[in-house]
């Protein structure tokens, strides 16, 4: 993923930033409108974090994706950092317009049985570094520092060569000059994903994004989703991953499809920094820059992980609110 300030639309739902640091195209609504149809049911590609996103066809024939966010999600475009071509800001409507992404996202193939033979062992290496070259950028190397807070494999777009694209920033956050982390009464992501210090306090920071991106390492070498169960006394995958660590049968995590095609040493070097990635507490957590280096230095010794949060979060009934649209699911949970 490749993502810069000029790539960038900042605003406010009432469009009155619009003079401010506009570094996109903008588009009117009417056009907005006949790209796809009329917003048509058609057009429609699925329901991603606070809207729906439709397929278009611009006046030059370039295929885009269209995201329309609600109007009650509370989410202005000053909260949001998306990687996009053009925005909307006419009519009452927040409309972005991303690259279309003819290969859709990554669960969409990761975890049908029919299709994750397609992800062969050099095709997750490479969707592997991809995403850890894009948080890379964004936490690093970006005119501001960027958290994303909803990285998951429905936010991993497939390009035709499926190559791996970081999407979906409308829970992203800017920090600038030395913040390093933030604290929130609105915690919003996807469950499964979350640290526990954001999922129990509201506190996030780069680390954040790193163990989310630890959890979605071991979802790729094994096709198997984080908030399944999948073996006796285990919560989830990671609790599964660090049984499997201790008891030095790591390989056993890795997706059969990959059986004697997988370079072996290179999949237990993945599990060893996915599993640093996801541990309890976000200051033993590597820095993205640190996990590139892990991943692609096979002569560099990695240090042993402790054991990851896998964690049950006790939340009244009162506090959590789920919607679960094309198995895209947006949680918001009251910080404790």
Known sequence: MRTGANELCDGDSTGKGKSKDLWLPLFSFPSVSAATNNFSPENKLGEGGFGPVYKGKLLNGQEVAVKRLSRYSGQGLEENLVRVLGCCMEEGE?????????????????????????????????????????????????????????????????????????????????????????????????????????????????????????VLLLEIVSSKKNTGFYHSGSHNLLGYAWKLWRDDKALHLMDPVLENKASYPILLRYINVALLCVQEKAADRPTMSEVVSMLTNELLVLPSPKQPAFFHVGISQNSIQACSMNDITITEMEAR
Do not use: C
């Open 94 to 214: 927040n409309i972005l317009i991303y690259e279309y992404m003819p290969n859709k996202s990554l669960d969409s193939f990761l975890f049908d049985p029919r299709k994750k033979g397609v992800l062969d062992w050099t095709i997750r290496v490479r969707i592997i570094d991809g995403i850890a070259q894009g948080l890379l950028y964004l936490h690093q190397y970006s005119r501001l520092r960027i958290i994303h807070r909803d990285l998951k494999t429905s936010n991993i777009l497939l390009d035709n060569d499926m190559n791996s694209k970081i999407s979906d920033f409308g829970l992203a956050r800017m920090f600038a000059g030395d913040e390093i982390q933030a604290n929130t009464q609105r915690v919003v992501g996807t469950f499964g994903y979350m640290p526990p210090e954001y999922a129990l306090q509201g506190l996030f920071s780069i680390k954040s994004d790193v163990y989310s991106f630890g």
